[in-house]
């Protein structure tokens, strides 16, 4: 195998830290866009 095959464990903690960020903030995005709506339509 080449040194250019293989991902370095940092790369990937980095690659996992930078998809928990954007499942997170999806998340919150979600959830903030429904509890407006929901004020929105209760009101």
Do not use: K, W, Y
């Not at 998809?19 to 509890?35: D, E, H, K, N, W």
């Amino acid at each position: 195998m080449s040194e250019g095959t293989i991902t370095p464990a940092r790369r990937v903690r980095h690659e996992v830290r930078d998809s928990l960020a954007v499942m997170a903030f999806s998340a919150l995005s979600s959830c903030g866009i429904a509890v407006l709506l929901t004020v929105l339509v209760r009101n």
